[in-house]
């Protein structure tokens, strides 16, 4: 059972942890307090802006890695923080023996390269739905079409979806591309691209059987 959602595999949201433990005490104010104990920006906890599916413009939030957000609840001195506590850890037990898989991992750094190019659309004034048309576009020139759940490629294929989707990004920025179509067409050639390189070496990406979802990845991500 998920208590807290953990973003990326490895990192909470402040003022979901915050809503967890029942603290009264404004965010700002617990945030500051909790600084206080010795924690580092860039180390033990970082900003991003990030959206929520409000289709508003993204807010500044503050997220913890686990390793703090454990140390936080023990602050707490309360049966939340110690049930929360409890799940961290066994959170990071199930990632320790995912890291050893390369499929997982791969999937992993596709979701942090899929994360950021998303927030890149959003700092352009785009909303999640427009990244949402983009990123399937891509897709379906990958997979000749079809659209596939991520969850369910193969460690080839992820690897290449995430070549495909950081060159989208660096395209992005470099060319400041701001309007959907023109990202929606970089995305689609570059996937096209990838794929083109994948069909030289024999690799028909909608040919390769479909993997089993990853039960595990569904626990921590849903």
Request: aromatic content about 10%; some cysteine; charged content about 30%.
């Amino acid at each position: 059972m998920e208590l807290i959602k953990i973003y990326q595999g490895n990192v909470i949201d402040s003022e979901e942890l915050r809503t967890f433990l029942g603290i009264k005490t404004r965010a700002n104010d617990w945030l500051k307090r909790i600084f206080d104990y010795g924690f580092y920006e860039g180390k033990d906890y970082f900003y991003s802006d990030v959206s929520k599916s409000t289709g508003g413009r993204p807010k500044q939030e503050c997220f913890f890695t686990i390793n703090m957000a454990k140390e936080v609840c023990m602050l707490a001195r309360t049966s939340r923080g110690q049930e929360a506590r409890r799940y961290f850890i066994k959170c990071e037990e199930q990632l320790k023996q995912l890291a050893a898989d390369k499929r997982f991992s791969a999937f992993m750094k596709l979701e942090s390269s899929k994360e950021k190019f998303k927030n890149t659309l959003l700092e352009r004034g785009l909303s999640e739905q427009n990244y949402i048309e983009i990123d399937t576009a891509g897709k379906k020139v990958f997979m000749n079409g079809k659209v596939v759940d991520d969850e369910l490629l193969q460690t080839v294929l992820l690897t290449a979806r995430d070549l495909a989707t950081q060159i989208t990004n660096f395209h992005t920025h470099s060319n400041d591309l701001r309007d959907t179509e023109s990202i929606k067409t970089s995305n689609e050639e570059n996937h096209f691209e990838v794929r083109g390189a994948l069909l030289n070496k024999g690799i028909v990406p909608e040919d390769l059987p479909q993997q089993k979802d990853i039960n595990d990845i569904k626990k921590l991500e849903e």
